[in-house]
């Protein structure tokens, strides 16, 4: 009885070992490429530029796989506990002999594997949350940065039409002054040359009058050369009075 009882036992250990070391091995496998999600992630987004929209596919499906793979190592690795708890309750029940401590042995292998493998794990995840965090800070510090320029080429192009409106606006104000100027200029050359042609043909009536005009004028003449001559002899006699 206790020898058949002591057989199934030893059955129920190697059942419990062969079941840590196919959870261990199905880890170690995803843990590999768990590993190598990261890597590629990396080199994915390093490669990505800021407003490139093409690879945002691509992006969608690392981002898929990094959370589906870490689901399953995650209820992996809670599988391996659960494996390694009743295991430790299998030793927990036998006496202190030799077969114990081979056991325990055994069972500390075992949690170390499953330390290491969770060790890893939560090392790689966070290392990968850490970055996809800070490029997507980057990613939006780069899409304000553009909505930014965007609104400053935007406002440029607005003040320089606005510049442009203006600028056509003075050069029509000008070119309508000048052409009232010339309007102007045109209606007093023609009043000119309607008053000319008024006093020619008043001289012409009335020649008399246009001789006495002319001696008029050439007697004022005359009177501005002599009032000159008198004025510059004034001036010489004091000069030469200063100097003496």
Same mark, same amino acid.
């Given at each position: ?24 091995? !199905?880890?170690? %496998?995803?843990? /590999? ?8 992630? *990396? =080199?994915?987004?390093? @490669? ?86 800070? !490029?997507?800070? %980057?990613?939006? /510090? ?8 965007? *609104? =400053?080429?935007?406002? @440029? ?88």
């Amino acid at each position: 009885m206790n020898r058949g009882k002591m057989m199934d036992l030893g059955n129920h250990w190697e059942d419990l070992r062969k079941q840590a070391r196919q959870l261990e091995n !199905e880890t170690d %496998l995803k843990l /590999v490429s768990f590993s190598k999600l990261g890597t590629n992630y *990396s =080199s994915f987004r390093e @490669l990505s530029t800021p407003g490139d929209t093409s690879p945002l596919l691509n992006k969608s499906n690392s981002d898929h796989m990094f959370e589906t793979m870490a689901m399953e190592i995650e209820q992996l690795l809670s599988r391996l506990t659960d494996v390694n708890d009743k295991m430790s309750d299998y030793t927990q029940n036998l006496g202190v002999n030799s077969q114990s401590a081979a056991l325990l042995h055994t069972l500390q292998r075992h949690r170390d594997i499953l330390q290491d493998y969770s060790h890893e794990f939560n090392k790689t995840k966070a290392n990968i949350l850490a970055y996809r965090d800070r !490029e997507d800070l %980057l990613g939006a /510090v780069h899409r304000d940065i553009d909505a930014y320029k965007n *609104s =400053s080429r935007q406002d @440029l192009y607005l003040k320089e039409h606005e510049h442009l409106r203006n600028s056509d606006r003075l050069v029509d104000e000008q070119i309508s002054i000048a052409l009232a100027t010339k309007e102007n200029m045109k209606g007093q050359k023609n009043a000119l040359s309607t008053v000319t042609q008024k006093l020619n043909a008043l001289a012409n009536r009335f020649p008399l009058i246009n001789g006495l005009i002319q001696k008029i004028n050439l007697r004022k003449k005359r009177d501005s050369i002599i009032i000159a001559l008198v004025v510059s002899a004034c001036i010489i006699l004091l000069l030469l009075y200063a100097l003496h």
